[in-house]
């Protein structure tokens, strides 16, 4: 049996997270299937109700893809309640290259990728910087306060 893999976040302004995490993830927004102008197009050529989808929705992507196919479809679903609690999940962007490469080689990755995405939106949280275990990583939150590293 074949499986696909789609991650679902909950937010509060999708077209926002489509931006913040394309840039984050190096993925891309997914167009609306061929032969349809609009997310919210194909949903209703699909027959979903007009009352089932928020003012807005569908008229720009929702959704980021891998433009290599490996990664999951990721989906920003609008809902009206904000974010409360910490995230049970989160994502770990591994951009130092792990332990083969030399700690100043791996903080300087991860500092030129912190300063990337900080432009495009995420607040540092802290920066973890354990040299005497050879560690360092930075603990983020996108621009509706989901908590992610950079390792």
């Known amino acids: 049996m074949e499986m696909t ?3 679902t976040i909950d937010c509060s302004d999708p077209q926002r997270m489509v931006t913040f995490w ?3 993830l190096g993925y891309v927004p997914e167009p609306a299937p061929a032969g349809h102008a609009t997310w919210r197009a194909y949903w ?4 979903v109700p007009e009352e089932e989808l928020p003012p807005g929705a569908g008229d720009i992507p929702e959704s980021i893809i ?3 196919g490996r990664g999951p479809r990721v989906w920003f679903q609008q809902v009206p309640e904000p974010k409360t609690a910490k995230n049970r999940w989160h994502f770990d962007l591994k951009v130092g290259g792990g332990r083969d ?11 030129t990728t912190v300063a990337r995405l900080a432009k495009a939106g995420a607040t540092v949280v802290r ?3 354990e040299p005497e275990s050879g560690f360092y990583a930075a603990a ?4 509706e306060g989901n908590e992610f590293d950079v390792v």
């Open 5 to 7: 893999v789609q991650l």
């Open 22 to 24: 394309a840039e984050a």
């Open 44 to 47: 209703a050529s699909m027959g």
């Open 66 to 68: 891998d433009p290599s």
């Open 101 to 111: 490469v030399l700690l100043e080689v791996r903080r300087q990755r991860v500092d």
């Open 127 to 129: 920066i973890k910087d």
């Open 140 to 143: 983020l939150q996108d621009p």
